[in-house]
T-cell receptor
Framework: KAGVTQTPRYLIKTRGQQVTLSCSPI?????VSWYQQTPGQGLQFLFE???????NKGNFPGRFSGRQFSNSRSEMNVSTLELGDSALYLC?????????????FGPGTRLTVT | DAKTTQPNSMESNEEEPVHLPCNHS???????IHWYRQLPSQGPEYVIH???SNVNNRMASLAIAEDRKSSTLILHRATLRDAAVYYC????????????FGEGTQLTVNP
């Protein structure tokens, strides 16, 4: 079974621009979560989607948004990019949302904002 | 989510067992204990999880204290590929799929 895929793998953007990152979960998985990883803040939860609905949201500004499609694929969008948004963005999928379900992570998208 | 405490770093020799501790004194009765690891330049990888009983899988074993206030991840024979940051995470029923990562334990495996 194919793993979680994320596109693109690397991205360079300029301050003020916007960016869209894509995540394809493992086939059959219905929950998709997004995380940001930076050297200073570590791994931080952005948001979680299940059946096209946002179920949980982390402590990030409204510039960060996401959505999930009917096939469970997900996208996240960052508008008005800031230098501090440079990070590794990770997507994870699980069969369902809940404490008993393990999550599988993709390789991430490395975003650099200049 | 309840907080976990792990040592910042640990060292092991190849082919020896490794015991990675995690304290979670404020765990609630419905919190599951999850372990993930992150190898260099990769996304986190699921290792194992449990609620009350000890658990085994092909990667590791999870030993959970009787009072559930601590747990230990056991790698039975460390290999160089096991060098990673190991995260102990509690997931409650209201967590959904959210994982709250702490600092984790950096495991170094010596040849």
């Amino acid at each position: 079974k194919a793993g979680v895929t994320q596109t693109p793998r690397y991205l360079i953007k300029t301050r003020g621009q916007q960016v869209t990152l894509s995540c394809s979960p493992i086939s059959g998985h219905r929950s998709v979560s997004w995380y940001q990883q930076t050297p200073g803040q570590g791994l931080q939860f952005l948001f979680e989607y299940f059946s096209e609905t946002q179920r949980n949201k982390g402590n990030f500004p409204g510039r960060f948004s996401g959505r999930q499609f009917s096939n469970s694929r997900s996208e996240m969008n960052v508008s008005t990019l800031e230098l501090g948004d440079s990070a590794l963005y990770l997507c994870a999928s699980s069969l369902y949302a809940g404490a008993t379900y393990e999550q599988y992570f993709g390789p991430g998208t490395r975003l650099t904002v200049t | 989510d309840a907080k976990t405490t792990q040592p910042n770093s640990m060292e092991s020799n190849e082919e020896e067992p490794v015991h990675l501790p995690c304290n979670h004194s404020t765990i609630s009765g419905t919190d599951y204990i999850h372990w993930y690891r992150q190898l260099p330049s990769q996304g986190p990888e699921y290792v194992i999880h449990g609620l009350t009983s000890n658990v085994n899988n092909r990667m590791a074993s999870l030993a959970i204290a009787e009072d559930r206030k601590s747990s230990t991840l056991i790698l039975h024979r460390a290999t160089l590929r096991d060098a990673a940051v190991y995260y102990c995470i509690l997931k409650g029923e209201t967590s959904g799929s959210r994982l709250t990562f702490g600092e984790g334990t950096q495991l170094t495996v010596n040849p």
